[in-house]
């Protein structure tokens, strides 16, 4: 079974820095895009950033120049750089994965989410 954990979230004042981390487990055959969408209480889930295997990356207007997401392919981990953090970054980060998986029925390919991890931005 294939699983994404997160970590690294936390408490911060406004201007300070955060890194998350994800770590993909399980019977991995191969992952393509990786990424991280943030939610914040009444709002909908938005896409944060995101990396291809080959490192192309792309951002939500809201965090370019101040977030770099990064991956270890050979780790099957994704990062979330967080710097000048604002109170408005205040949500659930949820990591994302397009993996191909082996299953009992053979590969199989999906989408994974990890179980999220809280950033506060408060003075």
């Known amino acids: 079974q294939v699983q994404l954990v997160e970590s690294g979230g936390g408490l911060v004042q406004p201007g300070g820095s955060l890194r998350l981390s994800c770590a993909a487990s399980g019977s991995i055959f191969s992952i393509s895009a990786m990424g991280w969408s943030r939610q914040a209480p009444g709002k909908q889930r938005e896409l944060v950033a995101e990396i291809t295997t080959d490192g192309t990356s792309n951002y939500a207007d809201s965090v370019k120049g101040r977030f770099t997401i990064s991956r270890e392919n050979a780790k099957n981990t994704v990062y979330l750089q967080m710097n000048s953090l604002k109170p408005e970054d205040t949500a659930v980060y949820y990591c994302?994965?397009?993996?191909?998986?082996?299953?009992?029925?053979?590969?199989?390919?999906?989408?994974?989410w990890g179980r999220g991890t809280q950033v506060t931005v408060s003075s």
């Open positions: 994302s994965a397009d993996i191909l998986g082996l299953t009992t029925d053979g590969l199989e390919r999906g989408v994974m």
